[in-house]
Nanobody, 124 residues
Framework: QVQLVESGGGSVQAGDSLRLSCVAP????????MGWFRQAPGKEREFVGV????????SYADSVKGRFTISREKAKNTVYLQMNSLKPEDSAVYYC?????????????????WGQGTQVTVSS
């Protein structure tokens, strides 16, 4: 079963930065859109951002726009989520996902492959 593996989560202070990574061992997602989602306790999973198959197109949730940046390194089959100026409300489990489409998709229903998630905790 195809699985995405996230890493880079942790506990930080407000204002700090973290970079999450997502790799797909043994599988390439070069023709997939790669997205990041998050879920806080008691809340629904929400869209964070997405990068298109070529890496030239991105889209972000308003809550993270200007602070988070998604990039992908196809040679390493890796997608990154750079998170700057973190806030306590960014605390959540962050998931990486892949959608079999060349375009930008924000709905979780479009994503076919998911990782297990990595915890990010931001304290004030």
């Amino acid at each position: 079963q195809v699985q995405l593996v996230e890493s880079g989560g942790g506990s930080v202070q407000a204002g700090d930065s973290l970079r999450l990574s997502c790799v797909a061992p043994g599988r390439t997602f070069s023709t997939h859109a790669m997205g990041w989602f998050r879920q806080a306790p008691g809340k629904e999973r929400e869209f964070v951002g997405v990068i298109g198959w070529s890496g030239g197109s991105t889209s972000y949730a308003d809550s993270v726009k200007g602070r988070f940046t998604i990039s992908r390194e196809k040679a390493k089959n890796t997608v990154y989520l750079q998170m700057n100026s973190l806030k306590p409300e960014d605390s959540a489990v962050y998931y990486c996902a892949a959608a079999p489409t060349l375009g930008i998709v924000v709905s979780s229903y479009e994503y076919k492959y998911w990782g297990q998630g990595t915890q990010v905790t931001v304290s004030s």
